[in-house]
């Protein structure tokens, strides 16, 4: 008899709790926990039920050893289908999501609707991640400019100044190997997010 989704989730929970204190850090520990309880990861749900059920200790690892930090010029790394130390759909939403409502915040005694440019490189799923971003700043109410072709990290530097936009997003990872990818943020001045900025 097949086993309920809720059933095998409260099984991959008691794992986590148990035998798997020997073999994944605390920090890995409470990120799978999170993508596995939390009702926004839910998409990704059977594949990291997978991934428990089978014990495969060594991806998890890979996966889920830290959460992708946003720093200096935005957040990179290789890419993957789940975990929150690549890159992937869920992390880039997060970062379009922090980066938006940081400019609301920072920038709520505007009168007009913000604005952000986003362009993307030619890796692969760089279009992708680029039209998921332009989704979610669509979502937090910014009048969006999306290029619908590859362009090059320095026209979207100059897009922002261009276009008055109150930020920019560059999917690329830049000089990463081609595995990666990345979410690079540009603030109103058309330069990279910096401190204090990149800790918003």
Not at 79 to 96: D, H, K, V, W, Y
Not at 140 to 169: H, I, K, M, N, W
Request: hydrophobic share 40%; charged share 20%; with cysteine.
């Amino acid at each position: 008899m097949t086993q309920s989704l809720e059933a095998r989730r409260a099984a991959a929970a008691s794992w986590l709790d148990g035998d798997a204190a020997q073999q994944l850090t605390t920090a890995t520990r409470d990120n799978v926990r999170r993508w596995l309880t939390e009702h926004c990861y839910a998409e990704f749900l059977p594949q990291l039920l997978v991934l428990i059920e089978s014990r495969h200790v060594e991806e998890l690892t890979r996966l889920f050893w830290e959460r992708i930090p946003f720093g200096t010029g935005g957040r990179r790394g290789a890419m993957a289908e789940l975990g929150s130390a690549t890159i992937n759909r869920r992390t880039i939403a997060e970062s379009a999501w922090g980066l938006g409502t940081y400019v609301l915040q920072t920038r709520a005694a505007l009168s007009k609707m913000p604005r952000v440019v986003i362009a993307s490189d030619t890796r692969l799923r760089s279009d992708e991640f680029a039209r998921l971003t332009a989704t979610v700043f669509a979502a937090l109410g910014f009048q969006v400019f999306l290029y619908p072709e590859p362009r090059a990290t320095p026209q979207l530097s100059f897009s922002v100044r261009r276009l008055q936009c109150d930020c920019g997003v560059m999917i690329s990872a830049s000089h990463n190997p081609p595995s990666d990818n990345g979410f690079k943020a540009y603030w109103s001045n058309g330069g990279q997010v910096l401190p204090p900025h990149d800790q918003g």
